[in-house]
């Protein structure tokens, strides 16, 4: 899986969360800063410069404004995001996402396709 490939697969797993947030919202009232947080999600998927750049700071609101919502976020998406994100994440997931990530570059160096799904598996058996 090359960088652009990754990225395609990481937009695809932000748009899933973010629609999921905003049908799990569908019954608040409008202007429900809740509902406003999922839509705002929901935007930042449309491209991968919109969720670079609003991501990290959306992540942020749910887990401090929302923290019962913060499971939903998929964890490979804090790794995708980085920065401020890597913040939510253990010692342990960073060191497996990380082991994930540098897999992942190998193969692709070899034109090779790792198995993504197989390998948090492997290395985060619990997600």
């Known amino acids: 899986m090359n ?5 395609q697969h990481s937009l695809e797993a932000w748009r899933q ?5 905003v ?3 569908a019954s608040l009232p409008e202007g429900d ?3 406003e947080l999922a839509a705002a999600c929901q935007r930042a998927g449309a491209t991968s410069d919109a969720l670079y750049q609003a991501g990290p700071e959306l992540v942020a609101r749910l887990f ?3 923290p019962e919502f913060a499971p939903t976020v998929p964890r ?3 790794w995708f995001l ?11 997931e960073i060191a497996a996402y990380q082991e994930i990530d540098e897999a992942r570059t190998a193969a692709a160096s070899r034109g090779e396709v790792i198995d993504l799904a ?6 985060l058996p619990s997600h």
């Open 118 to 123: 197989a390998a948090r598996a492997k290395l």
């Open 23 to 25: 049908k799990r919202c």
């Open 33 to 35: 800063p809740l509902a």
């Open 3 to 7: 960088d652009e490939q990754y990225l």
């Open 64 to 66: 401090t404004g929302f």
């Open 82 to 92: 980085g920065g401020e994100c890597l913040h939510y994440l253990t010692d342990e």
């Open 17 to 21: 969360f973010a629609d999921t947030f």
């Open 76 to 78: 490979e998406l804090l």
